[in-house]
């Protein structure tokens, strides 16, 4: 039994985990560098190879503002010698994980597990980072789905303490230990959750980034003071129309649908807002607009 099967990881760089990260989006990259930071040989991929270097440097600059503030020992370029980014998926190899962080569409998503099924050893972990698909139904695409799981990041990765880690009916429970124990190792909280739709997080967050969107839409206020009342009153780190913005509205769309479609109910049905934002290219930060403007004084 590999080591990292059902026992805590005991110190970073002790055990080094092979593991393959498939997107190199802004979850991807995340993934990756905790993953590196925690000692671990990392393989990075995208279908869009362009994408590669500007994640690459995207990490160095994560890394560097962790090692200014004395979170991280090492120096950036060290931490980097174990990311490896490769252009097609043929090339991630044998790995002890392998995590897809890849956009939130269905049919992607199945036809990659299905390429990963046949490179990935007997032995190795499966998970997807989706943020609302059914992780049974993603477990139909690979051989033994007992070592198919849903581990689930928060943006941004090397900040944010949670790893929501799902539990499809097949997942065996050796390999929610395994990953347990793993997540626990890259320096985070886990939570298990049940393969629900929108899982825990998305099932209690896209409820309150809509209501703030009617907000905005039934003109009860502006962007700008529906964000100060969730920070200054409910004490959120961000609005939610900030956060929506952060996320991105397409992600965030994509999740109300499934969430929408799923239970049928109409609390998660996306408001036309956010509809005409999404149609029109008003993605959030990643656009350049979306409830606020970016990169503009
Ligand atoms: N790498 C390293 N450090 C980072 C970082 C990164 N990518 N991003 C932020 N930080 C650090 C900053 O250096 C800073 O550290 P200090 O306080 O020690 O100086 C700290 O985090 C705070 O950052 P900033 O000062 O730049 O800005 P901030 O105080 O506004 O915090 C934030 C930024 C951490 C993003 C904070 O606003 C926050 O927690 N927002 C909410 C984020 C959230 O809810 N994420 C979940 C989204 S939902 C999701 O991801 C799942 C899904 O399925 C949709």
Known sequence: MPWWRGRPVCCPGD?????AVIGA?????GIAQVFAQSGHDVVLTDMNQEVLPSALKNI?????RLRKKSLIEEEPSQVLTRIRTVKQIDEIG????????????LNAKMDLFRIIDRIAPKSSIIA????SISINLLSTTVKAPGRFIGMHFFN??????????????RTEQST????????????????????????????????????????LQEGVSTAQEIDRTAKLGLNH??????????IGLDVVMDIMEVLYTEFGEERFKPPIILRNMVNSGMLGRKSGIGFYRYGEE
């Open 15 to 19: 055990d080094r985990l092979k593991a």
């Open 25 to 29: 989006g802004t979850m991807g990259r």
């Open 60 to 64: 160095w600059d994560s890394l560097e």
């Open 94 to 105: 044998q790995n002890d994980i392998y995590i897809e962080a890849i956009f939130e569409k």
């Open 128 to 131: 997807s980072n989706t943020s």
């Open 156 to 169: 941004p990765v090397p900040v944010m303490k949670l790893v929501e880690i799902i539990k499809a009916e």
């Open 176 to 215: 929610v230990e395994s990953v347990v124990a793993i997540a626990r190792g890259l320096g985070k909280e886990p939570v298990t959750s049940k393969d629900f739709p929108g899982f825990i997080s998305n099932r209690i967050l896209m409820p309150i980034l809509k209501e703030a969107m009617l907000c």
């Open 237 to 246: 780190p961000m609005g939610p129309l900030e956060l929506s913005d952060f």
